[in-house]
């Protein structure tokens, strides 16, 4: 099946007992048993629930994975995949990710006796002088946040491959539309479904897909064990949302291109980051390991202090001053306040996350709109 099917069938039939067309939100702790043991495959919700098994199909399917686990939010999902790590082991990931991912693995889980290595993995042969014999896992992140550095998947999974590491993917900023990173050799794909899976900013929710059975294994006795599943509530927004993701996707193409080419020589602007450039140093990777460049934008405005940059980000009309990305709405963020507040000034200013930089989620209102006030607010 194609993608927009799968968006909008996968994991979910009509309900046997009533022929409801939607998943029903089974809103229940447990489940009868005829005899002790003797039950449907559901005996209490923490480790099972049929809504939530309908969106882990679903999203386990648009990432041709073969197993989807479904967390109460990304940073669960995340918390779950490093407790696969003991003491003394290493991982090496990224120097440009998402805050609350540096902050869980310098705060947490730097506690616990796991290493961190933050590198540049632009030349992915950067990471082989990292790797030892404590080594367990590779974490990455592309496009990163907020540079949008490509990362090219199959060259990282390759060296993953050959040093028996696992290599996870957070794949939130491309969404599985645009991106699959099993495809491309990694092993586990991590989601904050909460943007764009998701995808109207109203419900909090993370996500694991796998092929291997017995890591999938491992994964679930984490999940069941340690409790951070979401609830069917929840689980039934995120399938919902699900329904439009391919046609959500195209529209923030279309408007992420024509505001990229916008602001590309717009004279308030310093740099800009975007993988559709050409000249993007990693352009030709995103080529090939995505389907599109996404509406994820981050721009540098020209000699501007804090308090110019505050004033910029104060003055939109249509684009709403938030954390989050991913949604149907426009959202604009101020990074080293906002979304990367958790990491030191002087570790974000050398990845590029200096004090005039703003990044932009861009929604899929009427492009028109979205210009108009970019250019107000500029002014
Ligand atoms: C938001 C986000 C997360 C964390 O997900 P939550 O659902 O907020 O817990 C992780 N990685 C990236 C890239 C994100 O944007």
Redesign the pocket.
Known sequence: MKFGTKAIHAGQQPDPTTGAVMTPIYQTSTYAQASPGDHKGYEYSRGTNPTRKALEDCIAALENGRFGLAFS??????DAIMKLLKPGDEVITGND??G??YRIFTKIFSNYGIKFHFIDFSNPENVLSYINENTKQIWI?TPT?PTMQIIDIKAVSAIAEKHNLLLTV?N??ASPYLQNPLDLGADIV??????YIAGHSDV???AIVVNDEELYKKLWFIYNACGATPGPQDAFLALRGIKTLHLRMKAHCENGEKIAAFLKNHPKIDKIYWPGFTDHPNHQVAKEQMNGFGGMISIVLKGADLKETFKVASSFKVFTLAE???GVESLINHPATM?HGSIPKEEREKVGVTDNLLRLSVGVEDIEDLLVDLEQALK
């Not at 939010?73 to 995340?78: E, F, L, P, V, Y």
């Not at 991590?190 to 943007?195: A, D, I, P, Q």
């Open positions: 939010s990304g940073m669960g999902a995340t990710l998402y609350g991912s992140e946040n957070d939130t900023f991590m989601h904050s479904v909460t943007k909090v929710m993370g989050s990305l991913g979304t």
